[in-house]
């Protein structure tokens, strides 16, 4: 890991002209890595673009530099020498496939991830599916170059490390996770703003939509697992947005004695998304994300269904 930390540290700073990009419906740790790259291309005087296909919630304004996160694909692909694809899981969630695919030979790709490898599209590749987030991959890398890590990078790597373990709650987190935390906060990191921003931050429709979710959950006694749904309409009317769903995924999976649990909602579009996430040791969820075209980690995965969700006199289907 070493040699890579090095060889990805030199190619950027040979690069003349970069693209950072993180996947669709950025999460806390999609975001936190992209700003945290801002920052050093910016210690670096790099010139840069950081994209993501779809606007960061609002939830995260407190992130150093998120407001140059830009939703546009209003720039040339073919300018940019190096492209950087932070927390992306699979080519396609970048939602620039066809143009890191079609690249021309000046161009290099680099990876850097915690999700397990799902396509080879990356010149150089940083993943470590150990850690806890891509934050905690980019920690590693910035302690093996001796990047000074200043208040900015602190809030920005706590961030998605409590983000992606819903504040310490997942069996991700590990004794070097913690430490990591720990360290950011004497470098100036602020958990109460974090806290503040990512957790309590539920509306009263959101909740209420939170309470019609565990109304819901169902255990399926033949195979001990527990599932939930909501369809698009209640969405619609909640006002709630992908994050403050995301939780409720996480919140459902402290339920005791099941073997996991998958939570369905309806998308626009006509697309149903799953989450799965389980806490047993014993349990991949990824093995049946990838079944559905998805993926993630062992014990948190997810994968996305053309259809809709209709109930019936057995319970709720994908039709």
Not at 141 to 158: D, E, H, P, S
């Amino acid at each position: 890991m070493e040699n890579i930390y090095h060889q990805i540290y030199n190619q950027i700073k040979i690069s003349k002209n970069i693209l950072l990009v993180t996947h669709d419906a950025p999460d806390g740790d999609a975001l936190a890595s992209a700003c945290l790259m801002i920052e050093l291309m910016e210690s670096l005087a790099k010139p840069h673009i950081a994209y993501c296909y779809d606007e960061p919630p609002r939830q995260f304004n407190f992130l150093p530099h998120i407001e140059k996160i830009i939703s546009d694909k209003n720039f040339n692909f073919a300018e940019f020498d190096l492209i950087i694809a932070l927390d992306c899981g699979g080519i396609n969630r970048t939602k620039l496939a066809d143009e890191i695919s079609g690249r021309a030979k000046n161009q290099s790709i680099i990876d850097i991830d915690h999700h397990p490898k799902l396509d080879d599209y990356a010149d150089l590749e940083l993943r470590d599916p150990r850690a806890a987030a891509t934050t905690e991959v980019l920690y590693n890398f910035l302690k093996a170059n001796r990047i000074k890590i200043n208040k900015n990078i602190a809030n920005c790597v706590l961030t998605g490390i409590l983000t992606d373990t819903a504040n310490f709650l997942y069996p991700s987190t590990s004794q070097q996770t913690v430490e990591i935390a720990s360290e950011m906060l004497v470098k100036g990191a602020k958990m109460p703003q974090i806290m503040e921003n990512t957790w309590r931050n539920k509306s009263l429709n959101s909740m209420k939509l939170w309470g019609k979710a565990m109304s819901r959950l169902k255990i399926n006694s033949e195979y001990n697992f527990a599932s939930s749904i909501l369809t698009l309409e209640e969405i619609a009317e909640s006002g709630a947005d992908e994050e403050e769903l995301e939780g409720i995924a996480g919140f459902i999976s402290n339920l005791d004695n099941v073997k996991g649990i998958i939570f369905l909602r309806e998308q626009p579009n006509g697309v149903v998304k799953g989450s799965l996430r389980t806490s047993r040791r014993d349990i991949d969820v990824s093995l049946l994300a990838r079944q559905l075209n998805g993926g993630g980690h062992a014990k948190a995965s997810g994968f996305k269904i053309e259809g809709r969700l209709e109930e019936t006199r057995s319970g709720w289907k994908i039709i």
